[in-house]
């Protein structure tokens, strides 16, 4: 079959931090009276990130998941200051974590990749579906619209959508199920091994890393040269 939709991870594919986390973490700590260096909460995040369960939570009605997933994030902050710093001591964590939250959750704290616009007008002008496929929380929707790119796709899934999380191949079915497409007619494109790429071919669907290409204004020229369909 020809390919016939496009799904997208978000954070690090189709999004990115308008500058370094640590850097934001680094700027905002010091505003509550807390100095760490930027790159050691850099990497602490990194680490408390690649190992954090996944923001999943089957037995909860739709109406809970957004408190359950700032609580979620409350937590992932609590541990990248101690992994950070295990001295360090924040007098209001509750007023530090609202600044941090409050942030990520507007346009500006993020930027489009480079020719993300570009490219979902290009995919879509070829015919293909696209969707993101994401395991981030609720905040992504009012991010994708504000930075323009939420009017340039047809779904998008995350894990209270599918009740499943990548690499889960449920939350790839489910964007899938979404856009109108099988498995071996749609491709999945990410920076992540295991949670994209690897969920991706586990679930039927071609996958991409974007980190092969120059800029993701790349992928409709891929994708229309059949002797480099990704396998």
Same mark, same amino acid.
């Given at each position: 079959?020809?390919?016939?939709?496009?799904?997208?991870?978000?954070?690090?594919?189709?999004?990115?931090?308008?500058?370094?986390?640590?850097?934001?973490?680094?700027?905002?700590?010091?505003?509550?009276?807390?100095?760490?260096?930027?790159?050691?909460?850099?990497?602490?995040?990194?680490?408390?990130?690649?190992?954090?369960?996944?923001?999943?939570?089957?037995?909860?009605?739709?109406?809970?998941?957004?408190?359950?997933?700032?609580?979620?994030?409350? %937590?992932?902050?609590?541990?990248?200051?101690?992994?950070?710093?295990?001295?360090?001591?924040?007098?209001?964590?509750?007023?530090?974590?609202?600044?941090? %939250?409050?942030?990520?959750?507007?346009?500006?704290?993020?930027?489009?990749?480079?020719?993300?616009?570009?490219?979902?007008?290009?995919?879509?002008?070829?015919?293909?579906?696209?969707?993101?496929?994401?395991?981030?929380?609720?905040?992504?929707?009012?991010?994708?619209?504000?930075?323009?790119?939420?009017?340039?796709?047809?779904?998008?899934?995350?894990?209270?959508?599918?009740?499943?999380?990548?690499?889960?191949?449920?939350?790839?079915?489910?964007?899938?199920?979404?856009?109108?497409?099988?498995?071996?007619?749609?491709?999945?494109?990410?920076?992540?091994?295991?949670?994209?790429?690897?969920?991706?071919?586990?679930?039927?669907?071609?996958?991409?890393?974007?980190?092969?290409?120059?800029?993701?204004?790349?992928?409709?020229?891929?994708?229309?040269?059949?002797?480099?369909?990704?396998?």
């Amino acid at each position: 079959m020809s390919l016939r939709a496009v799904l997208f991870d978000a954070a690090g594919t189709l999004l990115l931090t308008a500058e370094p986390v640590g850097e934001t973490y680094a700027r905002t700590l010091a505003e509550h009276g807390v100095a760490i260096p930027a790159w050691r909460l850099e990497d602490a995040f990194r680490r408390v990130h690649q190992r954090a369960p996944a923001m999943l939570f089957p037995d909860a009605g739709d109406a809970a998941i957004p408190d359950l997933e700032r609580e979620w994030w409350s %937590w992932r902050v609590r541990e990248t200051l101690r992994a950070a710093d295990s001295e360090a001591r924040v007098t209001d964590f509750d007023a530090l974590f609202d600044a941090l %939250w409050r942030h990520y959750a507007t346009p500006h704290a993020w930027r489009p990749a480079e020719g993300a616009a570009a490219t979902l007008d290009a995919l879509r002008g070829n015919g293909f579906s696209t969707a993101v496929v994401s395991n981030m929380d609720h905040r992504l929707d009012a991010v994708l619209q504000g930075l323009g790119l939420g009017m340039r796709l047809d779904a998008v899934v995350r894990p209270p959508h599918a009740r499943a999380a990548k690499p889960d191949a449920a939350i790839f079915l489910e964007g899938l199920r979404r856009v109108g497409a099988a498995p071996e007619e749609a491709v999945y494109v990410g920076d992540d091994a295991e949670r994209d790429l690897a969920g991706a071919r586990r679930a039927g669907l071609a996958a991409i890393d974007v980190c092969e290409l120059a800029t993701l204004e790349d992928l409709p020229r891929r994708l229309a040269r059949p002797s480099q369909e990704p396998r």
